[in-house]
Each structure stands twice: as structure tokens, then as C-alpha cells.
């Protein structure tokens, strides 16, 4: 399974929360930085 | 989960958006969203299309899927990458707001 590495582009997804709206990562681009959290379910 | 919810002001003052992606279905997101009143992203990925691409690591004998986080600067770059090994493997925010603050 690829996974990814620190100083390098991250790589770009767009894909829709729970309400359907999308986020796109390459959106937060020169505005802010992302936190993404890869959950492992809701127990 | 909840650690994230108590210090997700700090990170809005540090300008970091927060996106938590899981496996789940958006109907199990949005209640659990609800239940615990959480404010940043939340997005089902049932596909794995993104858990995938970021490797999220699956461990078999531990049933399931492993925590992970990732930090990308405005730039697009990524700063930190931690693939847990359990489920409590979890940095702290402390450490990961610090980093922020060093970008």
C-alpha cells in the first residue's frame, strides 16, 4: 500500500463531508494549512 | 478525536484547518458530528479513495485499520506524516500545533 512522505506535495483529493459538500485539498492552498486525520472508524 | 474538538481553537488561530476522514458512511459522520457538536470537516470515505492514496496502514491482527495524521503546509507540502501503530498511537496536539508554529 503507497503511503506518503514529509516534504513532499501532498497529494491532491477532492471527495464530500457528510453533507455532500466538497472539500478539495489544493482549496486551502496559500490560505491555511490542513490537519488531515485518518480516522479508523467509530467504535 | 475529542482531543482534537478541545484544542480546535487553537488550531483555527493558527490558521489549520482540521478534515477528519474515515471509513464510515456520512449518516454515521453526521451523528457522531452531531452527538459531539464537532466543527471542522468530516468526510466518509466507504471507498477508501483517500485512505488509500495516504496509505493508511490496515493491520489485520489488531482488526482494522490504524490511526494516521498528516500535516500539509500552505504550500501543499506535507510537514508531518505519523502512521500509528495502535489505536492510542496518537500524537499529541501539543506537538503538532508546535510544529505549526515553526512553519
Known sequence: ?43 | MMQLHQDHSKFIERNTEIVVIGPDDAAKFKAYWQEHQLGFHGIPDDKHSVLKLYGQKVNLFKLGRMPAQMLVDKEGVLRYVHYGHSMADIPENAEILKLIGSL
Do not use: W
Not at chain 1, 6 to 35: C, H, M, T, W
Not at chain 1, 38 to 43: E, P, S, V
Open chain 1, 1 to 43: 500500500m503507497p503511503g506518503v512522505e514529509v516534504n513532499k506535495q501532498a497529494p491532491d483529493f477532492a471527495i464530500a463531508d457528510f453533507n455532500g459538500k466538497e472539500f478539495r485539498l489544493s482549496d486551502y492552498k496559500g490560505k491555511s494549512s490542513v490537519l488531515i486525520v485518518l480516522n479508523r472508524g467509530f467504535i
